[in-house]
Nanobody, 117 residues
Framework: QVQLLESGGGSVQPGGSLKLSCATS????????MHWYRQAPGKEREFVSK???????TYADSVKGRFIISRDNSKNTLYLQMNSLQTEDTAVYYC???????????WGPGTQVTVSS
């Protein structure tokens, strides 16, 4: 069974930064594209960022210029560096893997990010 485990969530003030991590297996990390999604209470889950198998990165318009997705191949770990955080970024952040046009196939349990003053 594919497992993905997020970590690094927490509470910060507006303008602050957090770095999320997603640990997975070597087989998944080497074979699949990796994604970050988020879901705020009462809202639909939304796409945040993608790191494709060919290294191409994609960002939602709402986070462009503020968030950076990256990989550490030696640790089979995906990262999301989040800078200039805003209250609108408050959500549960989910790591996801594989899939295709219809979205990812596998999901982690999520980690809470709260941005408030």
């Amino acid at each position: 069974q594919v497992q993905l485990l997020e970590s690094g969530g927490g509470s910060v003030q507006p303008g602050g930064s957090l770095k999320l991590s997603c640990a997975t297996s070597r087989s998944v990390f080497s074979a699949c594209g990796m994604h970050w999604y988020r879901q705020a209470p009462g809202k639909e889950r939304e796409f945040v960022s993608k790191s494709a198998r060919d290294g191409t990165t994609t960002y939602a318009d709402s986070v462009k210029g503020r968030f950076i997705i990256s990989r550490d191949n030696s640790k089979n770990t995906l990262y999301l560096q989040m800078n200039s955080l805003q209250t609108e970024d408050t959500a549960v952040y989910y790591c996801a893997a594989c899939g295709g046009s219809w979205g990812p196939d596998y999901w982690g349990p999520g980690t809470q990010v709260t941005v408030s003053s």
